[in-house]
């Protein structure tokens, strides 16, 4: 299991490739103060601008949700973005795991919360 990257970026595993050797399809849980700060869209703009396909919803517990596949370098441009987030938010942790059969839509959404 992946250990967690923290928001000065400490990768946890990298991800899971999923095809070609430079795709890499990752879950992200976000924690810190990410809810009611506009993180979702923060993160839906992004991940458009970086090509990259999945989704993103608040958890229950206040944390977020990221569901990614992209290129390598798409993915990680993605995070780098992520551990800054938007004005009023702040990134304490972000847990890396690999995402196995997950839903990748295209363009990436933003999914209601659960």
């Known amino acids: ?11 946890g595993d990298g991800g899971h490739d999923v095809g070609d050797g430079g ?3 990752v879950r992200l849980e976000v924690r810190g103060h990410v809810q009611g700060v506009g993180f979702r869209w923060f993160v ?8 990259c396909q999945g989704w993103v919803r608040n ?10 596949r992209g290129e390598s370098h798409q993915v990680g ?3 780098e973005d992520v551990r800054r987030g938007p004005p ?3 990134v304490d942790a972000i847990h890396e795991h690999p995402a196995h059969d997950d839903d990748f839509p295209h363009p990436f959404e933003i999914r209601k919360d659960r």
Request: hydrophobic letters at 40%; zero cysteines; aromatic letters at 2%.
């Open 1 to 11: 299991m992946a250990g967690p990257a923290d928001a000065r970026g400490h990768p």
């Open 23 to 25: 795709t890499r399809a």
């Open 44 to 51: 839906r703009e992004k991940a458009r601008r970086w090509g």
């Open 59 to 68: 958890h229950p517990d206040g944390t977020v949700l990221i569901v990614v």
């Open 77 to 79: 441009g993605l995070l």
């Open 88 to 90: 009023g938010a702040r």
